[in-house]
């Protein structure tokens, strides 16, 4: 097969076939090599000066070529390149970009999904494809705007920007940086170029290996002034996790629980109000698709189009057994440890749950820009349209068994793994398990964002080289709605229970008592077997859980770029100003309950603000010490409220006298934030660098509850109701420091300078306070990250180990019973090594080495002592195939199995 190389590069076949714990892949590029891995965004290149493309062969290559970019950009940013992380066992963005530093990610499900920088939650952190919003509606019940990574392939990125200071041209909505996907473009790479690849990826908490699939191909026409790249991509990952999880927080025990004479001494003490054991497994295939055009038919004017499209559908089945221990039901017995947390208790008549799921969602984000330029000499004009979309619909069907009996839990064997305790529970009398609930909810949620854009840069000559200005007007609006349909209940688990899924629930942890099977019912074929159907719950919508909030927003700004020489350095950088006006409204219900009756009545809002955001960057490059950056930065940043916290969508109850709704009056987060960093570029492709960094932001978001007076329809008198709303809390700031080194030790001896070594850590701290005047931390937080990388480059030989740490960080500050939730800090290692033969084929073998379980635990502060809640299997991906024992046991005949689930344990 004859190929065009591209950027210079010899075209090449690969092989690659990763095996380990987690991963085994198999990769073939059997249409030549892959486009050049350096491209410029489609805004532009980082610096004010155009680059060219740039040849990228092998992990030490593209090293350079991200510290070269590094070391033009005007401003703080980091960069990896598609080689970098097209190289690491990751399974996706956002792993790969946690490499970087003051980067950390939080996963779902085990997968990582969304990036925090420098300790700031991913909420506040903005997501472009091609300088594009990136919309992906990660929940329907409660959309989040913090883009979700994991639904894009990481083949069809060539580049990725971490931006941490910010230049008035760039688009405002992230107080904690900007994180940049780049695809290649079809002019950057010469001639023709194709790519095929296939692997086969393998996971050890399954034994299942899923395929992935990628294509692209560019090429150019019509005399080279028309370039056309496709890339598509397809993923199919079996999912699996096996959770113990208190889900409702630490309470202290109330005297109304605690009069019995064996809990007296119970009282006061931390309990958990309710546990539950559950697993989830499933499939999720993901698509990608990416159309990339350029036209310039004269040197002076380009056009501009990339289209793409991600779609994921997530079908998962989840199995729950829960006790609640909190209904104001009296403790019969327990203990409590010496750190004052009750780690044994029997309650009298307590609830006791069972409750299967079928869940099925479709996911889509859509992407569109069209850019025309035009430049000369002195001025460069172009415009811009974008238009993105996200969307989510899913299916939620649910049943459930609840009663109502003495219950319990034991944390003293192994706190991590509570055992539930039920006493006189007959398990393989299936009948007495009534379906007291069935339903499938229908959700659906929409995000989209039309953007019209125009700049001007007018060239200048001497110390001022450049001027730019423009606008942007954004038109970005979200809604929702759901609705249950409810089906027949007169059923027991004895006409609905199927073989239990799994034969290794948690993998063996847990103490001999700890519960590993349970009565199932799959959902999904209950409810097509008795109903309701997706059109029942299509038709199930309940208009006054519908919202829509809408986002105006007019951006202008001016910019200037410098660079001359000083008596002791040479000096460049930016400065300017963006001023951004929002306006915002909101449409939606008042959903009253009076006297048992249910009424609503529509209710809108509005709001606006408007904010100024100067910033500068300078880079000093003293004449005293070759290689030397002195970076320094300062400005000013924004993000806007999500949109579920000002959804005007309120709950009214006369009965109760309570009121739930969101507040249209918030104001934006906003910022200020001061950079000073140094960068050492020494001999070929050594880097060592030291940031200092601090933020203070205003406007933090919390939940308030407080009395106010308020007027029901049809009264003349007010009364007073207890409202529950949010509100913006105090100050916050966050400091910390980055170091990075690296480092190819070409200085060793051969075949020894094949070695080479990357090292970053990152340390940060935080604090805000809350509208009570306490001092919290700062949620996604973590005081500790560090990354090392160990590479060996030789002969076509190629080895790779690596680390990545994060220390424990706070999730949410106002989790379940408004306690504060924390994710335990935990380390990945990955390993590769290959060879590539001179015909081009390379064989790869890379394992992932991954914590077993991670925890998730709410407590009071991050050094306190109670009390863990969450244990999560290693791997998202995962289906166990269980054994006919396992399955005659759920199904009732082979009963006897079943562990010792009805123990009474006593104190």
Not at 359 to 375: A, C, F, M, Q, V
Request: aromatic share 10%.
């Amino acid at each position: 097969m004859n190929t065009t190389p591209v950027c210079g590069r010899r075209s090449r076949a690969h092989l690659k076939i990763t095996a380990s714990t987690s991963t085994l892949a198999l990769f073939a590029a059997i249409l030549g090599a892959s486009g050049a891995h350096a491209q410029a965004a489609a805004d532009g290149p980082i610096s004010t000066t155009e680059v060219d493309a740039i040849e990228v062969v092998g992990f030490r290559q593209s090293l350079n070529q991200s510290s070269a970019d590094k070391r033009r950009a005007d401003q703080v940013v980091d960069v990896i390149t598609a080689e970098e992380f097209g190289k690491f066992p990751d399974q996706n963005i956002a792993e790969a970009i946690q490499r970087i530093p003051g980067i950390s990610m939080e996963r779902t499900d085990g997968e990582g999904d969304r990036i925090t920088i420098r300790g700031l939650e991913p909420d506040l952190t903005r997501v472009e494809i091609n300088g594009r919003s990136t919309l992906v509606m990660g929940n329907v019940e409660s959309p989040v705007m913090g883009s979700s990574l994991a639904i894009f392939g990481s083949d069809q990125f060539s580049k990725i920007e971490v931006v941490k200071t910010a230049q008035a041209k760039d688009n405002e909505g992230g107080v904690g940086g900007i994180v940049r996907l780049i695809t290649a473009k079809p002019f950057d790479i010469d001639g023709f170029a194709a790519r095929f690849s296939a692997q086969g990826r393998y996971n050890a908490y399954s034994g299942e290996t899923d395929p992935v699939i990628s294509i692209m191909a560019s090429n150019r026409f019509l005399n080279d002034t028309l370039g056309l790249l496709v890339a598509a991509s397809y993923d199919d990952r079996t999912r699996r996790s096996d959770q113990t999880r208190s889900i409702d927080g630490w309470l202290p025990a109330p005297t109304s629980q605690t009069g019995r004479p064996a809990a007296l001494s119970l009282r006061g003490q931390t309990y958990a109000t309710q546990f539950d054991q559950q697993f989830r497994f499933g499939s999720l295939p993901r698509t990608n698709l990416d159309l990339t055009a350029q036209y310039r038919p004269i040197t002076a004017f380009e056009l501009y189009l990339n289209a793409n499209y991600a779609h994921e559908q997530r079908q998962e089945s989840i199995s729950r057994v829960a006790i609640n221990t909190a209904r104001n039901r009296p403790f019969i017995e327990g203990h409590a440890n010496e750190a004052g947390t009750i780690d044994y208790v029997l309650v009298d008549q307590g609830q006791f749950t069972f409750q299967n799921r079928g869940l099925n969602r479709e996911t889509d984000s859509y992407g569109l820009t069209i850019k025309p330029k035009w430049e000369n000499d002195n001025w460069i004009v172009s415009g811009r349209l974008d238009y993105s979309l996200g969307q989510q619909i899913g299916y939620d069907r649910r049943i459930r068994s609840r009663m109502n009996r003495n219950i319990g839990y034991d944390l003293r064997s192994d706190p991590k793994s509570p055992v539930l305790i039920v006493p006189g529970l007959d398990l393989t009398n299936l009948s007495a398990f009534k379906i007291d609930k069935n339903l499938n909810e229908y959700g659906k949620a929409r995000s989209s964002e039309f953007a019209y854009q125009g700049d001007v840069t007018r060239k200048l000559n001497g110390f001022f080289t450049e001027v730019r200005a423009g606008f942007k007007i954004r038109d970005n609006r979200v809604s929702a709605a759901q609705g249950p349909a409810e089906g027949p209940t007169n059923f027991t688990f004895a006409d609905a229970v199927s073989p239990f899924p799994l034969n290794d629930f948690f993998k063996g942890h847990g103490s001999a008592d700890f519960l590993r099977i349970w009565p199932y019912v799959d959902a999904q074929s209950f409810v097509d077997k008795y109903g309701p159907n997706e059109a029942d719950a299509r038709a199930a919508i309940d208009p006054a859980l519908a919202y829509e909030v809408r986002y105006d927003v007019i951006a202008a700004y001016a910019q200037t770029s410098f660079e001359g020489q000083m008596p002791w350095a040479d000096v460049r950088g930016n400065a300017g100003v963006r001023v951004v006006q929002t306006d915002h409204s909101g449409s939606g219900w008042e959903n009253f309950l009076i006297n048992g009756k249910k009424s609503v009545r529509a209710v809108e809002s509005s709001n606006s603000f408007s904010n100024v955001l100067p910033n500068i960057n300078v880079a000093f490059e003293p004449t005293a010490v070759d290689g030397l950056i002195v970076r320094l930065g300062a400005g000013r940043v924004m993000t806007h409220p999500r949109f579920t916290q000002i959804n005007p969508t309120a709950t009214i109850s006369e009965d109760d006298l309570t009121l739930v709704r969101g507040n249209p009056d918030l104001k934006p987060f906003e910022a200020n934030y001061y950079d000073a960093g140094l960068e050492y570029y020494f001999g070929n492709g050594n880097l060592v660098s030291v940031a200092f960094f601090h933020k203070d932001i205003d406007n933090f978001v919390e939940p308030v509850s407080y009395v106010e007076a308020y007027l029901f329809p049809g009264a003349t008198t007010p009364e007073d109701v207890r409202t529950t709303t949010y509100s913006n809390g105090g100050e916050g700031k966050v400091s910390g420091v980055e170091f990075s080194l690296q480092m190819p030790f070409t200085f060793l001896p051969a075949p020894l300078d094949g070695f080479g070594g990357i090292f970053n850590y990152t340390r940060l701290d935080s604090s805000r306070a809350l509208a009570t005047g306490q001092d919290v931390e700062i949620p996604g937080n973590s005081p500790h990250t560090a990354n090392a990388t160990l590479y060996y480059e030789k002969g076509g030989f190629s080895a790779r180990v690596a680390y990545n740490y994060r220390d424990t960080f706070l999730k949410e500050q106002f989790g379940p019973a408004n306690n504060p939730v924390y994710v335990e800090g935990q380390g990945r290692i990955d390993l590769s090594a290959g060879y590539r033969l001179e015909n081009g084929l390379s064989l790869t073998a890379t394992v992932a080495i991954s914590p077993k379980r991670t925890a998730t635990n709410t407590r009071a502060s991050r050094t306190g002592s109670c009390c863990t809640n969450s244990r999560t299997g290693r791997s998202p991906s995962a289906s166990a195939t269980p054994s006919d024992a396992v399955n005659a046991a759920a199904a009732g005949p082979a009963a006897a199995a079943l562990p010792p689930y009805s123990r009474h344990r006593a104190a």
